[in-house]
């Protein structure tokens, strides 16, 4: 079956970077993209953006251009998020997702577990 | 972007009712390319409906979706005590966004 987990707990100082892993199974990863989705404390759904796991193309949100990049080693089907100049406010449960297609963003047919990201000082 | 609007924010209905959420678009969604997700606390989102209409594997027939261009719906024809969760719609006709999401509990 499939299967996106994801690491651990993070704890960050505003102004830091993290950065956070997804490893897939029982699925062929480069034949689907992994999408970004975290959700604050309390509140809804927010897309992050999407890579192709087939080509390497990305595609971010617009409100975190600039801030986040992400990528994938198909060698051990992992996808990763980085996001850079942490402020309070990007507090949130990041989680990855599998996408159908794989050069086009989609519908999130699987999802990870979640990873708590908690940026305080 | 194309924003999504979701009403009611809040469903209070008992098991055995019918629940109608609403999803509108604030422009055509190009081929129904409309899902939804079902969130219980504390858990990741779950696919329900793509497509618009097309149940996710796994999905029991009590859920159906309908609509196109801008106006979609989520219908879950008799409510079990499990499905008393918050539902999101998401749009990826164009880049991707969802919803703010309609919380169904228990009347």
């Known amino acids: 079956q499939v299967q996106l987990v994801q690491s651990g707990a993070e704890v960050k100082k505003p102004g830091a970077s993290v950065k956070v892993s997804c490893k897939a199974s029982g699925y062929t990863f480069t034949s689907y993209g992994i999408s970004w989705v975290r959700q604050a404390p309390g509140q809804g759904l927010e897309w992050m953006g999407w890579i192709s796991a087939y080509n390497g193309n990305t595609n971010y949100a617009q409100k975190l251009q600039g801030r986040v990049t992400m990528t994938t080693d198909t060698s051990t089907s992992t996808a990763y998020m980085e996001l850079r100049s942490l402020r309070s406010d990007d507090t949130a449960v990041y989680y990855c997702?599998?996408?159908?297609?794989?050069?086009?963003?989609?519908?999130?047919?699987?999802w990870g577990q979640g990873t708590l990201v908690t940026v305080s000082s | 972007e194309i924003v999504l609007t979701q009403s009611p924010g809040t469903l209070s209905l008992s098991p055995g009712e019918r629940a109608t959420l609403s999803c509108r678009a604030s422009?055509?969604?190009?081929?129904?390319?409309l899902a939804w997700y079902q969130q219980k606390p504390g858990q990741a989102p779950r696919l329900l409906i793509y497509?618009?209409?097309s149940r996710a594997t796994g999905i029991p027939d009590r859920f159906s979706g309908s609509g196109s261009g801008t106006d979609f719906t989520l219908t879950i024809s008799r409510l079990e005590p499990e499905d008393f969760a918050v539902y999101y719609c998401q749009q990826y006709g164009s880049s991707l966004t969802f919803g703010p999401g309609t919380k169904v509990d228990i009347k």
């Open positions: 497509g618009a209409s």
């Open positions: 422009q055509s969604v190009s081929s129904s390319y």
């Open positions: 997702a599998r996408v159908v297609g794989r050069t086009v963003v989609t519908f999130l047919e699987d």
